[in-house]
Nanobody, 116 residues
């Protein structure tokens, strides 16, 4: 069973930074395009950023461009999201998963709370 374990969330003031990590127990991690998603209370889950299998191509949602950076370490089977200049509207549970369907089983996510 593939597991995705997100970590690194927390409470931070507006303007602060956090680095999220996602450890994937999947032998084919290096060939999967991966993404970070987030879900705020009462809202649908949305994609934040994605990265190709070997990290050459990244995409970002408009609302995080210039502030967030996605990266990966295929040896460590870990996906990262560096979040800078955080805003209160970035408050959400953040998840990692494949970029698009079929999704792996969703992990528990990591809570990011940005205070104003």
């Amino acid at each position: 069973q593939v597991q995705l374990a997100e970590s690194g969330g927390g409470l931070v003031q507006a303007g602060g930074s956090l680095r999220l990590s996602c450890l994937a127990s999947r032998s084919s991690f290096s060939i999967d395009a991966m993404a970070w998603y987030r879900q705020a209370p009462g809202k649908q889950r949305e994609m934040v950023a994605s990265i190709s299998s070997y990290g050459r191509t990244t995409t970002y949602a408009d609302f995080v461009k210039g502030r967030f950076t996605i990266s990966r370490d295929n040896v460590k089977k870990t996906l990262y999201l560096q979040m800078n200049s955080l805003k209160p509207e970035d408050t959400a549970v953040y998840y990692c998963n494949t970029k698009g369907r079929p999704y792996l089983d969703w992990g528990q996510g990591t809570q990011v709370t940005v205070s104003s």
